[in-house]
Each structure stands twice: as structure tokens, then as C-alpha cells.
């Protein structure tokens, strides 16, 4: 594994978005490319739809 994460990506992300299909495979995406999960994932609810968040990590470089 490469010791920084790719295409100039930060260490440390916030995944956000609507609760759906598409924002599982950007988390997948992340977790396929190396970002670990980081802390539990956040949820709410906005009126409209419910809206997420996880927080992912490179690993290492601690």
C-alpha cells in the first residue's frame, strides 16, 4: 500500500451526502482505494431525505 493516499488526496476525508446507493459506493470506492473508517457514521434528517456522513483515514503516518 502506498504511504499517501492518491491522486493528491487528503489523509483524512468527510464523506457527506444523501442516504442512497450512490454515496455507498463512493464509501466503497474510498475503502477499495485504501481509506480505512474512521469513528461511526453520522446520519440526519433534512426535511427532505436523510443525509450521512462517515469519516474515512489514510492509514499510517501516525
Not at 9 to 30: H, I, M, N, W
Not at 36 to 59: D, K, R
Request: with cysteine; aromatic share 10%; net charge negative.
Amino acid at each position: 500500500m502506498s504511504t499517501a493516499p492518491p491522486d493528491g488526496l487528503p489523509r483524512y476525508r468527510l464523506l457527506t451526502g444523501k442516504d442512497d446507493a450512490a454515496f455507498c459506493q463512493r464509501v466503497s470506492e474510498a475503502l477499495a482505494q485504501g481509506y480505512a473508517l474512521y469513528g461511526s457514521p453520522a446520519a440526519t434528517f433534512n426535511g427532505e431525505h436523510v443525509v450521512v456522513a462517515q469519516a474515512i483515514l489514510w492509514p499510517g503516518q501516525g
